[in-house]
């Protein structure tokens, strides 16, 4: 395998991560204070900004799933157990003896199998939970007459606030592993450029030369 500059990361790409990003980071700033933790803002309007920036998410996650599948690179997030191991036991311990990391990106493989898990969870789990519990508490009032709705929403808020604080946790797990391995710079470029280095097959090379030479750095 040749070793290229590749355009990974599409406009589309960067553009959710980023927004998704900012968005997520106003849903915690205000989910904070709607618990207490601060007072930066009233309760009023910690609701309606909490509120705001989670439909402006939603819309822009229903927008991500569409271009998944319609681009096909849902593969990407499918994890596999092959190197799976090596990934667990190089972030536990061969990291810290400066070992090189066992994953080699390439063009169809983005993620190494603990991303693509990680990922996947996230995706499959914790979001479909925090909306499904955010959706029902913030139509609350549709329900609310029915037999147990008390009981039944502090029970849909205390899924909803377990599920934030795991994405807060993803959150600070992923802000971390941006400083661990290559630079900070190295970590953050390819999400803001879409180039990164990964492995090309011969086969693979040879059509993005010919058919897409834009993507080649």
Known sequence: ?????VRIFTLFERFWHWSQMLLIVVLMITGFGLHGFHGLFSFRTAVTLHTWAAVTLLVLWAFG????????TWRHF???????????????????RGERHPYRKAYWRKHNPLQAL???????????????????????????????????LRMVAL??????????????????????????????MPMISGFDEVDLTPEEEAYLSKDEPELLG
């Open 118 to 152: 990680a990922y996947l969870m996230l995706k499959i789990i914790l979001f479909p939970a925090i909306w499904t519990t955010g959706l029902i508490y913030m139509f609350y009032f549709a329900w609310r007459n029915l037999p147990q709705a008390t009981e039944a």
């Open 1 to 5: 395998m040749a070793t290229r500059r």
């Open 65 to 72: 799933v569409f271009w998944l599948f319609t681009t096909r």
């Open 159 to 188: 899924v909803h606030t377990g599920a934030a604080f795991a994405i807060v946790a993803f959150v600070m797990i992923h802000v971390y592993m941006l400083t661990t391995g290559h630079s900070f710079r190295e970590h953050v």
């Open 78 to 96: 499918l994890p596999r157990a092959t190197g799976l191991w090596g990934v667990l036991r190089y972030y536990s311990w061969g990291i810290f």
